[in-house]
């Protein structure tokens, strides 16, 4: 069974989360005329939704290792904390309605809109105690050494871009999966 690419819609909510779902008369489209059963096709779909959002968060986790800006960390575990929110709990992943998964990116580090706005050479740093400026980091009160050559402004942008962009492509690879009882 394979699943039709214009039968997924895909919406965006600007800067917050890419949603991607297929209503009742799509999954009704989709069975046809075969010999499964709606709640074993909408498991089924289900089931490779949640792959391919696991793997999408996955391969965000690794790109904002790379490109966020590091200096104490904590801006990095608070966009991996948001994206492990997007997975659904083990009790409702298959109980879901109107099969969706919601990739979510957020960020509650009040710091964060104004790294956003810096560009590449204002975050970026190679081996180096010192600021831009040429005064000492600090983070957190102590002093740090800077390490993230590969940092971008404007990294959340960036960002949601590329896991939508992933989760499409995650999404796209679903040739054929045989489904069971």
């Known amino acids: 069974m394979s699943l039709p690419g214009n039968q997924i819609s ?11 779902s297929l209503k009742d008369i799509n999954i009704a489209y989709i069975i046809g005329k075969s010999k499964y059963t709606y709640s074993q096709v ?3 779909i289900q089931t490779i ?5 696991e793997l999408t968060i996955e391969e965000t986790k690794e790109w904002i290792y790379e490109f966020v800006p590091l200096r104490s960390g904590d801006l990095q575990d608070n966009l991996i904390e948001f994206l492990e929110k997007s ?4 009790a409702t992943a298959t109980e879901l309605k109107n099969v969706r ?11 964060a809109r104004y790294v956003a706005e ?6 970026q740093h190679e081996s180096t105690w010192l600021e831009h400026s040429g005064r000492r ?5 102590v002093p740090v050494m800077l390490n993230d050559p590969h940092a971008l402004g404007d990294w959340m942008k960036q960002m949601i871009k590329f896991a939508i962009e992933r989760l499409k492509t995650n999404l796209s690879k679903i040739k ?6």
């Not at 997975?87 to 083990?90: D, G, I, L, T, V």
């Not at 998964?101 to 710091?111: F, Q, T």
């Not at 054929?176 to 009882?181: A, E, R, S």
């Open 42 to 44: 909408v498991k089924f």
């Open 87 to 90: 997975k659904p709990p083990p």
């Open 118 to 123: 810096m560009t590449d050479s204002q975050v």
């Open 101 to 111: 998964l919601v990739l979510g990116a957020g960020k509650d580090v009040e710091y």
């Open 10 to 20: 895909i919406s965006v909510v600007p800067r917050t989360r890419a949603v991607v």
């Open 49 to 53: 939704m949640n792959e391919a959002l």
């Open 176 to 181: 054929g999966v045989k489904i069971n009882g």
């Open 137 to 141: 980091a600090y983070s957190k009160g």
